[in-house]
């Protein structure tokens, strides 16, 4: 079979305990037999381990943060598209979905291909417009409220019970079981990931996910549904099983469907004991957790190129059962060279 | 009383819940009662057979095994009460 040379640019290389997608993303890649793959990563940090994976990446480039302005970034692309003629770009964070989505007319005048949801599918999923997605779509979730200061606290009383969630907009998930510690992680999460802050409601149950895959016509492509049976304390998933579980794909279809969720997602959901299913966060893109459902027979990151490059493809029908995966922590060893080169011209 | 259709049970009383994702380790005597659960017998076929091939009288038999199914049930192995 002839592959199909392409040139994709991954960001997310930071495998650390709070893993990013971008290497099982490259890992996925790399197993696909219809690329010949030239694999680009972006890093905003020096010291995220992926760069120092040579059989991961071929080259890297550092990148600016997105909040410093998509100007900068866009320029930067721009130096790293006349090096590499990068055919499709996967972004891996939730934090610069926003900037790359409002680009992706740029990128595209510059050659690059995404397969992004769009803002809107993006902002009504936001955890802070929960309860609005849940209503307008028929599904589960628990009750949110986004919290812009202090004050606004205190008025929370009367619609929650405790423990309640306190979460970042991005990322982050705290306990709280009474107001003075709603304000200690209000400012901790604040501090770190910008306002609102969100209070949701704790559901009481089994935490179980899907990584899913829409082709942007209403058509769910791929779904795997996985229980997390190792926790960290960050909240991710450092073991897991695919399950047989026809409830939780039903709902991932029902999503995408009426969503026309386009892009990579991974669901978040928990599984009451009554065997109800709330829909606790919806994540637009593919979770670091994906090379489970590459293993089990969906190679979700090669379906998502194949769209992003206008392919027809195919929605998977089978996935193994009770495949497992268990993460593990590795000293990568490093040529004192490589950051130096990387730290001073930005590029390895 | 059945055992949920999806249930896996390995030779060695591995079992595993491939809704859940739950997955147990029962000892030879248990997974002998889960396989036959499994063949869809009987309570009083199972008792039968658990009887008459072990040395153990049927009242006490039959206590440990009403403890056994109830266990199943508490884990969510078994399928609604017939």
Known sequence: MNKLKVTIAVTGLNNTDNPGPGVPVIRSLRESEAFDLRIIGLAYETLEPGIYMHNIVDKVYQVPYPSEGSGDLIKRLKYIQEREKIDVLIPNFDAELYTFMKSSARLHEMGIKTFLPTITQLEERHKSELPAFGKKYGVNVPKSKPVLKHSDIGKIRDDFEFPVMVKGKFYDAYYAFNEEQIHMHFNKISAKWGLPVIIQEFIKGTEVNVVALGDGKGNTIGAVPMRKQYITDKGKAWGGITLDNKEMLDLTHKIIGSTNWRGGMELELIKTSKNELYVIEINPRIPAWVYLAVSAGQNIPEALVKLALGEEVKPFDKYQIGRMFVRYSYDLMVDLKDFEKLSTTGEL | ?82
């Open chain 2, 1 to 82: 009383m059945k055992l949920k259709k999806n249930i896996a049970v390995s030779d060695s009383g591995f079992i595993f819940d491939p809704n859940s994702g739950d997955s147990f380790s029962m000892n030879p005597v248990g997974t002998e009662i889960v396989n036959l659960l499994k063949q869809e017998k009987d309570s009083d076929k199972i008792h039968d057979a658990m009887t008459k091939k072990y040395d153990v009288p049927p009242d006490e038999f039959n206590k440990y095994y009403l403890d056994f199914i109830q266990t199943l049930k508490q884990f969510n192995l078994m399928e609604n009460d017939d």
